[in-house]
């Protein structure tokens, strides 16, 4: 047993929790690639697997009624914030009981009462949005803040940095977050960036900015809570680059030949899962047969919510316009 391991203000039952959280991501989108492989939905699906403690180190930091608004690789983001695996998955498949009532699909995910503003496929489309709810929590004295989430790929759309200097010169209350994955799409970091230290990005912007391991459970939680209290405690926004990896292609349609065999086998020995399994049995937080028992119910839940969502009905063919006029 180590005293010295966990560096968080986190209880073994806190990281537990965190721990089965990401597993129940990782099954999840395991199963939602295996189905779409097995053409049981179509169009766009980006899977998360590999940066799962970034989503979940994030919303174990937040509180409940923060907001936490990304892009459209955000099943796991969704999950995180307790969006279930049924309603997850039904959206994937289109169908009527899904977070969207099938209408986003797997880049449009929403949940109103988990404060979860999206699901977002235009890259960098979610960060001025994102900026503007800062403001209205400001604007409304609220004691929130908001977590954006983007890929390093979004950091030369102009947005980007119109809003980190609105954010700076009106002291908003938001985390931007890039998750840095080192590939957009098949294009690395150092051939779109003049930069590689991405934290010089926020110093035009006079903002506070750090760069985190996301696949050090405890460094990411400790890294993006400081970020979070920061904006909640005194209103100042923070530009956050979490370096992460995402173990698959892009997209479904990704073979992913831009990167080495090596490379890959490298950074899943730093599998962010297998970095808090070890972690917690190091600790004394849970046994070997404990965890190995979660990924078990994990599996069966990723199993029965793909089942669920298949016997689903898909939405009314009557609802065609609901949500899109005010009055039809
Ligand atoms: C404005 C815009 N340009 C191009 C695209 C096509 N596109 C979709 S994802 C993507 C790569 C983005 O990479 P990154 O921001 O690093 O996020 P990641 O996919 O790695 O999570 C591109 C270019 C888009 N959706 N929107």
Redesign the pocket.
């Known amino acids: 047993m180590s005293d010295t391991l966990n560096t968080t203000d986190l209880t073994n039952e806190q990281l537990v929790e965190a721990y089965r959280r990401m597993l129940l991501i990782r099954r999840v989108e395991e199963n939602a690639g295996r189905a779409y492989q097995m053409q049981k939905f179509s169009g766009f699906c ?1 899977l998360y697997i590999g ?1 799962e403690a970034v989503a979940v180190a994030t919303s174990t930091a937040m509180r409940d009624d923060d907001y936490m608004m990304t ?3 955000e099943h796991g983001q969704a999950m995180s914030r307790g969006v279930s695996a049924d309603s997850v998955m039904a959206e994937l498949l289109g169908r009527k009981t899904g977070s969207t009532g099938g209408r986003g699909g797997s880049m449009h995910i929403f949940d109103k009462e988990r404060n979860f503003l999206g699901g977002w ?5 979610q960060i001025p949005l994102a900026t503007g709810v800062a403001w209205a929590i400001k604007y409304r004295e609220e004691p929130k803040v908001i977590v954006v989430f ?6 030369h ?1 102009g947005v980007f940095h119109e809003s980190l200097n609105l954010a700076s010169l009106w002291d908003l209350p938001i985390v931007y977050l890039c ?7 098949g ?1 690395e970091m150092s051939r779109i960036s003049a930069v590689s230290d991405l934290r010089k990005k926020a110093v035009s912007y006079d903002m506070e900015a750090a760069q985190i391991d996301g696949q050090d459970f405890f460094a990411a939680y400790n890294g993006i809570k400081e970020a979070i209290d920061r904006a909640r405690n005194e209103s100042r926004p923070t530009f956050l680059d979490v370096r992460t990896y ?1 173990f698959r292609g ?2 479904m349609s990704d073979p992913a030949t831009y990167r080495t065999k090596d490379e890959l086998t490298e950074e899943q020995e730093r599998d962010p899962l297998g970095f808090l399994y070890n972690a917690l049995v190091e600790l004394g937080a849970a046994t070997e047969e404990e965890l190995e028992g979660y990924d078990k119910e994990c599996k069966k839940e990723a199993k029965a919510a793909l089942k669920k969502a298949e016997d689903a009905p898909f939405p009314d063919d009557d609802s065609v316009l609901d949500y899109i006029y005010v009055n039809p």
Do not use: D, P
């Open positions: 980006h940066q892009a459209y690789r496929g235009i890259v960098g489309g983007f890929g390093e790929g979004s950091l759309q998750e840095n994955n080192k590939y957009a799409m294009t995402r892009h997209s």
